[in-house]
């Protein structure tokens, strides 16, 4: 059992329920009774004991914390103020804040983030600082998810006709940022909701989706955008990622307003026109949608909405001891475009920065250029090597630049015979493999120094550890061709150390109710002919680990064999072993910590390459001694009771 005392904040609920229909339940006492459930709702301003009847009421509890705000027509009863002063003993668990509003019609409600922005995110996306926002919109014929945030960007406010919802969920263990968002009377919105967004001054570009996405837009309905847009600028937008429905009435289509313009209506497929003359709005309306058939498309959209100056000269001091030992290239991607770049006054189409330069950019737009960083770290003998791991940063590079940082890679090369080792300094690593996505905002490829690819990996799983017996790159870049966010300052730690016996050794400690893939180095290509690789995997007391080989493809080998073997640590049998010419088990149940070792032969035609899923649960063994206590209890029972009847009569 586990005792906490939250206290909810005035005029907040609080929702402490369990994803499970059965098992931990969460109790309050009231005098001298006990009160227990899946589910808790407090409501007052006072200390409230509360006992979990379980040893880690986190991984099946989640807590919300709900407040509600309403608008007349002239103002709002309160603000979103982010604290949790009162709640930290919830630390540990899965936190959402949900402020629910309610407008005064014919108004709108005004969310105001002009004190920090937001970017909009996909819904799969995570916010670097662990703070993710959504917006959302209730309408009669269901709710609308208008957007999923993070903080700093370039949206300055939003409005939402009738009511909705802003909620903030923060992971357990992450502390909550204290802020606040202002609540106002808006406008007299004839949208779903308007978003304002305020460009910057530059080169710049801001990425937006449609509400529901990657979903449709909802059924005949409208969404706008207006773009605040400095002095002397101009904006382009793009439609991306365009999914258009059947329609039975209307059509879909954009639309433009701009101050002393008529309004400009085309279609998603037209060309989208350059706008010069300031700030302008931007509306998707939706038609009436046939959505009978099945599979048939509904509306989403991504869109690309790029400014600059009508002719900006940008002038770029770069410090390199600002650029954490990094080489910075920048690359002109489009011959086409009217960009000049020029190092110390020399036009280049490539520019290296390895020394303090002074860089001009002219009508430079973010999609004409490409920011990279590179570094080589070298360590020739084992003895000079550094004992302490040496952190692998992303720079933070000066805002002058046209473009952000898009990847950085680093090469390692250990001494002769020496090893790499790479962990994470957020504690864990995943592998990046179908089933098993992530969802973080970078991706961390792995790769030997000729190109071979070792595996993509990113934040938050089961690897502990990565030892690879080679030279080796690591690049880190932004999901889906995204920009690098600077926010992930430390990406891995690295070490140089002496040989290792297999090719590649992985680290695991898989967690309960969280099945964990490993792929063989290179997948879904097949592993190096003759290489080794082990995990050893660690099983917590009184789990088993159950393996599933999925995904097995052997090769016909020329010399030697493939091997797949699972020994248990400390002992010196093998619990499986099967080479490609032999039939075996695709599944196992291991006791405990064990090494699983795979290698690869010459192959003749065909490549080894497997997918193992690795699941723990209860053990087996735990639960025959339970039975075996309950049986020999239940006989004791037995003879007491014959005694005690024996002798009565």
């Keep these: 059992v586990q005792k906490l005392t939250v206290t909810p904040e005035r005029g907040t609920t609080l929702n402490i329920s369990s994803s499970l229909p059965k098992g931990c339940k969460v109790c309050t006492r009231a005098g001298h009774s006990r009160q227990c459930n899946t589910f808790l709702l407090l409501r007052d301003n006072t200390p409230v ?31 979103i103020i982010q604290a949790d002063s009162g709640l930290l003993p919830l630390l540990d668990f899965n936190r959402k804040f949900t402020w629910n509003l309610k407008a005064s019609a014919p108004k709108a409600f005004k969310i105001d983030f002009s004190n920090t922005g937001l970017r909009q995110i996909n819904t799969s996306e ?47 263990g992450q502390k909550l940022q204290n802020g606040q968002f202002d609540v106002s009377v808006g406008e007299e919105i004839k949208s779903l909701a308007k978003i304002t967004l305020m460009l910057p001054k530059g080169a710049s570009s801001s990425e937006l989706l449609s509400p529901n996405y990657p979903d449709s837009f909802p059924d005949d309905d409208v969404m706008e955008w207006y773009f605040q847009v400095p002095d002397t600028h101009k904006t382009a937008v793009q439609l991306l990622k365009l999914t258009q429905p059947r329609c039975l009435k209307k059509d879909t289509a954009v639309e433009y307003h701009s101050k002393g313009r008529g309004a400009l209506v085309l279609r998603l497929t037209d060309p989208q026109p350059e706008q010069d003359r300031g700030n302008f709005s931007l509306t998707l309306r939706n038609c009436e949608m046939d959505r009978r058939g099945a599979g048939s498309p509904g509306l989403s959209i991504n869109l690309k909405v790029s400014s600059s100056s009508k002719s900006s000269l940008v002038s770029c001091k770069v410090d390199v001891s600002k650029l954490e030992d990094l080489s910075l290239h920048i690359e002109k991607l489009r011959p086409a475009s009217a960009c000049e770049m020029k190092i110390n006054s020399v036009p280049k189409e490539k520019i290296t920065v390895a020394s303090n330069s002074d860089l001009t950019f002219q009508d430079c737009l973010p999609e004409d250029v490409q920011v990279t ?39 390692l090369r250990p001494p002769r015979h020496g090893t790499v080792e790479l962990t994470s300094p957020t504690g864990s690593l995943k592998q990046s ?47 889906g061709g995204k920009a690098l966010r600077t926010s992930f300052k430390d990406v891995l730690n690295v070490r140089l150390k002496e040989e290792i016996s297999e090719r590649y050794i992985f680290t695991v400690s898989p967690k309960r109710d969280t099945p964990v893939l490993l792929a063989t180095p290179g997948w879904p290509v097949g592993m190096k002919s003759y290489s080794t690789v082990s995990w050893i995997v660690s ?111």
């Design 49 to 79: 004991s509360v006992e979990f009847e379980c040893a880690r009421p986190q991984d099946v509890f989640s807590v919300e914390i709900v407040q509600n705000i309403e608008c007349t027509i002239k103002s709002c009863n309160s603000h």
């Design 126 to 172: 995570r916010c670097p600082d662990r703070h993710s926002y959504t917006l959302q919109a209730f309408q009669t014929t269901g709710n609308v998810v208008v957007g999923k945030y993070c903080r700093t960007g370039t949206i300055r406010s939003a409005q939402i006709l009738n009511q909705g919802s802003f909620s903030l969920d923060v992971p357990a």
């Design 373 to 411: 960083a590179t570094r080589v770290i070298v360590c020739n003998q084992l003895k000079d090597c550094p004992k302490t791991p040496a952190s692998l940063s992303v720079p933070l590079l000066p805002t002058c630049l046209p473009a952000p940082l898009s990847s950085v890679t680093w090469t």
């Design 433 to 479: 493999l179908p089933g098993q996505p992530c969802n973080d905002s970078i991706i961390i490829k792995v790769a030997e120094d000729g190109g071979t690819t070792v595996g993509h990996f990113c934040p938050q799983g089961s690897i502990q550890k990565v030892q690879i017996h080679t030279n080796v790159s690591v690049t880190v870049s932004g999901m």
């Design 539 to 649: 099983v917590p007391a009184s789990m088993d680990a159950h393996l599933m080989f999925a995904n097995l493809s052997q090769p016909k080998c020329s010399n030697r064999h493939t091997n797949i073997r699972v020994q248990r640590v400390g002992y010196l049998t093998e619990d499986y072993s099967r080479r490609e010419d032999e039939e075996a088990e695709r599944e196992i149940t291991v006791s405990q910590s064990f090494y699983l070792n795979m290698s690869n032969c010459m192959p003749e035609r065909g490549d080894f390459s497997v997918i193992t899923k690795i699941t723990l649960q209860n053990s087996k063994n735990l639960l025959t001694i339970i039975l075996s206590v309950v049986a020999a209890l239940f006989v004791v029972f037995v003879i007491v009771l014959v005694s005690v009847c024996v002798v009565i009569r």
